[in-house]
Protein backbone atom coordinates (compact mmCIF):
# COMPACT_ATOMS: atom_id res chain seq x y z
CA UNK A 1 0.00 0.00 0.00
CA UNK A 2 1.16 3.42 -0.73
CA UNK A 3 2.30 5.75 2.56
CA UNK A 4 2.27 9.08 2.82
CA UNK A 5 5.82 10.42 2.89
CA UNK A 6 4.97 13.26 5.38
CA UNK A 7 3.82 10.28 8.03
CA UNK A 8 6.92 8.41 8.07
CA UNK A 9 8.93 11.75 7.94
CA UNK A 10 7.33 13.04 11.43
CA UNK A 11 8.76 10.94 14.34
CA UNK A 12 12.55 11.20 12.30
CA UNK A 13 14.65 13.35 14.24
CA UNK A 14 16.29 16.37 12.63
CA UNK A 15 20.24 16.18 12.87
CA UNK A 16 21.86 19.58 12.29
CA UNK A 17 24.78 18.86 9.85
CA UNK A 18 28.06 21.37 10.16
CA UNK A 19 29.48 22.57 7.21
CA UNK A 20 32.88 23.29 7.37
CA UNK A 21 33.73 27.09 7.29
CA UNK A 22 35.41 26.54 3.31
CA UNK A 23 32.70 24.52 2.09
CA UNK A 24 31.64 27.21 0.53
CA UNK A 25 34.85 28.17 -1.37
CA UNK A 26 35.16 24.52 -2.50
CA UNK A 27 31.79 24.27 -3.77
CA UNK A 28 32.45 27.57 -5.77
CA UNK A 29 35.74 26.47 -7.14
CA UNK A 30 34.51 22.78 -7.96
CA UNK A 31 31.42 24.68 -9.41
CA UNK A 32 33.24 26.67 -11.61
CA UNK A 33 35.83 24.09 -12.86
CA UNK A 34 32.92 22.00 -14.30
CA UNK A 35 30.98 24.78 -15.57
CA UNK A 36 33.81 26.65 -17.40
CA UNK A 37 35.78 23.24 -19.26
CA UNK A 38 36.47 23.69 -22.69
CA UNK A 39 34.22 20.98 -24.81
CA UNK A 40 36.76 18.87 -26.33
CA UNK A 41 35.56 17.11 -29.70
CA UNK A 42 38.20 14.79 -31.61
CA UNK A 43 39.54 16.69 -34.15
CA UNK A 44 39.63 13.27 -36.07
CA UNK A 45 35.92 13.82 -37.15
CA UNK A 46 36.30 16.89 -38.67
CA UNK A 47 37.98 15.71 -41.62
CA UNK A 48 35.71 13.23 -41.97
CA UNK A 49 32.92 15.50 -41.84
CA UNK A 50 34.06 18.02 -44.34
CA UNK A 51 34.91 14.68 -46.71
CA UNK A 52 31.62 13.88 -46.21
CA UNK A 53 30.06 17.00 -47.13
CA UNK A 54 32.78 17.35 -50.18
CA UNK A 55 31.10 14.18 -51.22
CA UNK A 56 27.59 14.77 -50.82
CA UNK A 57 28.14 18.33 -52.96
CA UNK A 58 29.81 16.75 -55.53
CA UNK A 59 26.48 13.89 -56.00
CA UNK A 60 24.27 16.74 -56.08
CA UNK A 61 26.16 18.41 -58.57
CA UNK A 62 26.74 15.55 -61.02
CA UNK A 63 22.88 14.70 -60.67
CA UNK A 64 21.84 17.78 -61.41
CA UNK A 65 24.50 19.15 -64.15
CA UNK A 66 25.30 15.31 -65.51
CA UNK A 67 28.41 15.16 -67.72
CA UNK A 68 27.85 13.84 -71.13
CA UNK A 69 30.35 11.21 -71.54
CA UNK A 70 30.21 8.75 -74.02
CA UNK A 71 30.12 5.36 -73.11
CA UNK A 72 32.39 2.73 -74.32
CA UNK A 73 30.99 1.27 -77.93
CA UNK A 74 31.09 5.03 -79.26
CA UNK A 75 35.32 5.08 -77.76
CA UNK A 76 35.25 1.86 -79.72
CA UNK A 77 34.22 3.54 -82.81
CA UNK A 78 35.76 6.74 -82.71
CA UNK A 79 39.20 4.33 -81.66
CA UNK A 80 38.59 1.44 -83.95
CA UNK A 81 36.52 1.65 -86.87
CA UNK A 82 36.10 -1.75 -87.64
CA UNK A 83 32.80 -3.48 -87.29
CA UNK A 84 32.32 -6.16 -84.63
CA UNK A 85 29.82 -8.77 -83.56
CA UNK A 86 28.73 -6.27 -80.87
CA UNK A 87 28.80 -2.96 -83.42
CA UNK A 88 26.38 -4.20 -85.54
CA UNK A 89 23.17 -3.99 -83.25
CA UNK A 90 22.64 -4.27 -79.50
CA UNK A 91 21.14 -7.93 -79.16
CA UNK A 92 24.23 -8.95 -80.63
CA UNK A 93 26.31 -7.00 -78.51
CA UNK A 94 24.81 -8.63 -75.65
CA UNK A 95 25.34 -11.82 -76.86
CA UNK A 96 29.08 -10.98 -78.01
CA UNK A 97 29.68 -9.71 -74.42
CA UNK A 98 28.00 -13.01 -72.68
CA UNK A 99 29.82 -15.73 -74.55
CA UNK A 100 33.46 -13.29 -74.12
CA UNK A 101 32.72 -12.65 -70.26
CA UNK A 102 31.57 -16.90 -70.11
CA UNK A 103 34.65 -17.58 -71.43
CA UNK A 104 36.83 -15.13 -69.28
CA UNK A 105 34.82 -16.74 -66.23
CA UNK A 106 35.65 -20.11 -67.40
CA UNK A 107 39.40 -19.82 -68.04
CA UNK A 108 39.49 -17.35 -64.61
CA UNK A 109 38.42 -20.54 -63.01
CA UNK A 110 40.81 -23.08 -64.07
CA UNK A 111 43.65 -24.15 -61.86
CA UNK A 112 46.39 -26.03 -63.66
CA UNK A 113 48.42 -28.64 -61.78
CA UNK A 114 51.08 -31.06 -62.99
CA UNK A 115 48.15 -33.63 -63.33
CA UNK A 116 45.94 -31.82 -65.33
CA UNK A 117 49.04 -29.67 -67.43
CA UNK A 118 48.14 -32.08 -70.67
CA UNK A 119 44.42 -31.77 -71.09
CA UNK A 120 44.39 -28.25 -70.48
CA UNK A 121 47.55 -27.80 -73.12
CA UNK A 122 45.15 -29.61 -75.70
CA UNK A 123 42.53 -27.47 -74.94
CA UNK A 124 44.08 -24.46 -74.82
CA UNK A 125 45.55 -24.88 -78.10
CA UNK A 126 41.70 -25.57 -79.68
CA UNK A 127 40.69 -22.25 -78.43
CA UNK A 128 43.66 -20.45 -78.66
CA UNK A 129 42.70 -21.80 -82.71
CA UNK A 130 39.32 -21.21 -82.45
CA UNK A 131 40.18 -16.96 -81.08
CA UNK A 132 42.27 -16.95 -84.18
CA UNK A 133 39.68 -17.70 -86.76
CA UNK A 134 37.47 -15.49 -84.99
CA UNK A 135 39.78 -12.51 -85.37
CA UNK A 136 39.90 -13.72 -89.18
CA UNK A 137 35.94 -13.72 -89.40
CA UNK A 138 35.82 -10.51 -87.75
CA UNK A 139 38.50 -9.42 -90.31
CA UNK A 140 36.26 -10.58 -93.12
CA UNK A 141 33.35 -8.89 -91.68
CA UNK A 142 35.14 -5.92 -92.05
CA UNK A 143 35.89 -6.51 -95.97
CA UNK A 144 32.88 -8.27 -96.95
CA UNK A 145 30.65 -6.10 -94.51
CA UNK A 146 27.34 -7.34 -92.53
CA UNK A 147 26.62 -10.57 -93.90
CA UNK A 148 24.41 -13.47 -92.10
CA UNK A 149 26.68 -16.25 -92.88
CA UNK A 150 29.34 -14.45 -91.24
CA UNK A 151 27.60 -13.13 -88.35
CA UNK A 152 26.45 -16.89 -87.45
CA UNK A 153 29.74 -18.22 -87.54
CA UNK A 154 31.04 -15.61 -85.14
CA UNK A 155 28.21 -16.59 -82.65
CA UNK A 156 29.37 -20.46 -83.07
CA UNK A 157 32.86 -19.57 -82.24
CA UNK A 158 32.23 -18.35 -79.71
CA UNK A 159 29.51 -20.86 -78.59
CA UNK A 160 32.03 -23.72 -79.60
CA UNK A 161 34.91 -22.03 -77.23
CA UNK A 162 32.68 -22.10 -74.37
CA UNK A 163 31.40 -25.82 -74.72
CA UNK A 164 34.99 -26.43 -74.82
CA UNK A 165 35.70 -24.49 -71.97
CA UNK A 166 32.86 -26.64 -70.24
CA UNK A 167 34.16 -29.93 -71.45
CA UNK A 168 36.97 -28.97 -70.42
CA UNK A 169 36.33 -28.24 -66.76
CA UNK A 170 34.38 -31.25 -66.68
CA UNK A 171 37.52 -33.13 -67.35
CA UNK A 172 38.99 -31.49 -65.12
CA UNK A 173 36.64 -32.41 -62.55
CA UNK A 174 36.82 -36.03 -63.08
CA UNK A 175 40.22 -36.08 -63.06
CA UNK A 176 40.12 -34.36 -59.98
CA UNK A 177 37.57 -37.24 -58.51
CA UNK A 178 39.53 -39.87 -60.01
CA UNK A 179 42.63 -38.60 -58.15
CA UNK A 180 40.61 -38.58 -54.82
CA UNK A 181 39.01 -41.93 -54.75
CA UNK A 182 43.05 -43.16 -55.91
CA UNK A 183 43.79 -41.43 -53.19
CA UNK A 184 41.48 -42.83 -50.80
CA UNK A 185 42.01 -46.36 -52.09
CA UNK A 186 45.93 -46.16 -51.13
CA UNK A 187 45.35 -45.15 -47.92
CA UNK A 188 43.54 -47.87 -46.97
Known amino acids: MPKDIRKMFENY ?49 IQFYPVDLPNETEIEKKTDNKIRLGTISPDLNTVETYYTNSINLALSELEPTEENKEILDGYLVKIGQLTTEYKSLTTELNTKGVNDEIINALINNLQLRLQLLQRLKKQLNDLKQLNLTKNETQNL
Open 13 to 61: PEESANLSSNHQNKFENKLMKELHQKESKPQTWKWLSIAASLALLVSIA
